[in-house]
């Protein structure tokens, strides 16, 4: 199953039209490579949950073909959590081990070495973690030998911390049998780490931690979008993606930058590290850097999600800047 409903509000206003599983990275919808990594590992029938702006996960999958999956969409009218997800889609799901991953990742981590763990050490769930080694703020993970013990808060890094001692951090993959059914609650909101995992925990029962490497990205704010594309893009040698019909003058000039589709950019202009969005058009001698650009009529009348980061309409343009 993979988890697609969330709002993505970090990540208006490219997420304005469309849910943050819906963004395009390189051309690629988000939950397109969330649906081939599935597909990687030999896994075809998928279940998707929907609720903010489903149409748009809805047409960047379509029916999971292009992706070498299998769809099929549950919609939830009203948001459930990650686990409220699980009990909404329990008629698909609580016939045999599955997996659930969270629609915003693009990993290579071997799925089928959590798989193997997961079988040996008998366990009702095993959640792939990685060492937090630049201590990012993501929830802290507690094991002991090899199972889960609990979820804590941030980590704070301290300059004597080893590599292979930074705190461990859940990736949003996992893997779970059927009977894990008889800890989430039937049709209420309710999240993973916070409602089912500890009462399983509490019962005795073995929640794997297996700790894997690989790359793993994490797109759910504005800066790691930017910064995880062109973390992509330089695996190709390349520091500026342009999508589909842009028109860049010849003097314009464009670097560390990610251009949507139909995005003018007029003579002497200058991008960098910018997102410009569907339609976006940099007028003559314009300047940014480190900024989110979108069209003006995109936002207009709409109200800034709560942790949104703010912005300036200017002119025909609504500007984001990052350093904030």
């Given at each position: 199953?993979?988890?697609?409903?969330?709002?993505?509000?970090?990540?208006?206003?490219?997420?304005?039209?469309?849910?943050k599983p819906a963004l395009p990275v390189l051309g690629k919808p988000l939950v397109g490579y969330v649906a081939e990594y599935l597909?990687?590992?030999?896994?075809?029938?998928?279940?998707?949950?929907?609720?903010?702006?489903?149409?748009?996960?809805?047409?960047?999958?379509?029916?999971?073909?292009?992706?070498?999956?299998?769809?099929?969409?549950?919609h939830e009218p009203k948001i459930l959590g990650t686990s409220g997800a699980l009990d909404n889609a329990r008629d698909l799901l609580?016939?045999?081990?599955?997996?659930?991953?969270?629609?915003?990742?693009?990993?290579?981590?071997?799925?089928?070495?959590?798989?193997?763990?997961?079988?040996?050490?008998?366990?009702?769930?095993?959640?792939?973690?990685?060492?937090?080694?630049?201590?990012?703020?993501?929830?802290?993970?507690?094991?002991?030998?090899?199972?889960?013990?609990?979820?804590?808060?941030?980590?704070?890094?301290?300059?004597?911390?080893?590599?292979?001692?930074?705190?461990?951090?859940?990736?949003?993959?996992?893997?779970?049998?059927?009977?894990?059914?008889?800890?989430?609650?039937?049709?209420?909101?309710?999240?993973?780490?916070?409602?089912?995992?500890?009462?399983?925990?509490?019962?005795?029962?073995?929640?794997?931690?297996?700790?894997?490497?690989?790359?793993?990205?994490?797109?759910?704010?504005?800066?790691?979008?930017?910064?995880?594309?062109?973390?992509?893009?330089?695996?190709?040698?390349?520091?500026?993606?342009?999508?589909?019909?842009?028109?860049?003058?010849?003097?314009?000039?464009?670097?560390?930058?990610?251009?949507?589709?139909?995005?003018?950019?007029?003579?002497?202009?200058?991008?960098?590290?910018?997102?410009?969005?569907?339609?976006?058009?940099?007028?003559?001698?314009?300047q940014f850097h480190n900024a989110v650009i979108v069209r003006a009529d995109l936002v207009a009348g709409k109200t800034r999600p709560?942790?949104?980061?703010?912005?300036?309409?200017?002119?025909?343009?609504?500007?984001?800047?990052?350093?904030?």
């Open positions: 199953m993979i988890l697609a409903a969330g709002y993505g509000e970090r990540l208006w206003p490219l997420t304005a039209d469309r849910t597909a990687r590992f030999g896994i075809r029938d998928v279940v998707v949950n929907l609720h903010h702006r489903p149409e748009s996960v809805q047409s960047s999958l379509g029916d999971g073909s292009a992706f070498r999956v299998n769809l099929k969409y549950v609580d016939r045999e081990t599955f997996v659930v991953i969270n629609g915003k990742l693009i990993t290579d981590i071997d799925l089928n070495a959590a798989l193997k763990v997961h079988r040996e050490r008998n366990a009702l769930a095993t959640l792939v973690l990685l060492r937090n080694s630049k201590f990012e703020k993501f929830s802290m993970v507690e094991t002991n030998d090899g199972l889960v013990t609990g979820f804590h808060g941030m980590p704070t890094q301290s300059a004597v911390t080893p590599a292979d001692e930074a705190p461990l951090m859940f990736t949003g993959i996992q893997i779970l049998e059927p009977r894990i059914f008889d800890y989430i609650p039937r049709g209420v909101f309710s999240h993973s780490t916070v409602d089912v995992y500890p009462q399983a925990i509490a019962k005795g029962e073995r929640i794997v931690a297996h700790v894997a490497t690989g790359m793993w990205y994490e797109l759910s704010t504005l800066q790691r979008y930017l910064d995880i594309s062109l973390a992509l893009l330089k695996l190709e040698g390349r520091d500026v993606y342009i999508g589909r019909n842009a028109s860049i003058d010849p003097s314009a000039g464009v670097s560390e930058s990610v251009l949507w589709n139909d995005v003018t950019i007029e003579p002497n202009a200058k991008l960098e590290r910018t997102i410009a969005g569907d339609g976006v058009r940099i007028a003559e001698g314009e709560a942790k949104a980061l703010k912005g300036t309409f200017a002119g025909e343009k609504f500007v984001v800047p990052l350093s904030q």
